[in-house]
């Protein structure tokens, strides 16, 4: 197993970002985004769970499609 050290690896990938002309844009994200059009319905509630959970404790909440 290899061991890697998480800096080194995001050092790594951004400056891999920046040769091939990727930008970390919010439409770039949202474009990658799982619309979850093959999501089972238990999957969607768990996730409406967790929304809900995170809201009430006042936690930041990720965009998610459910």
Partial sequence: MKT???RVHLEWAAKRKA???LEDTPERTEAMRN???NRTPEKRELMRRVEERARKAGVLVLKSYY
């Fill in 4 to 6: 890697i050290d998480l």
């Fill in 35 to 37: 619309k979850g059009a």
């Fill in 19 to 21: 040769e091939l002309g």
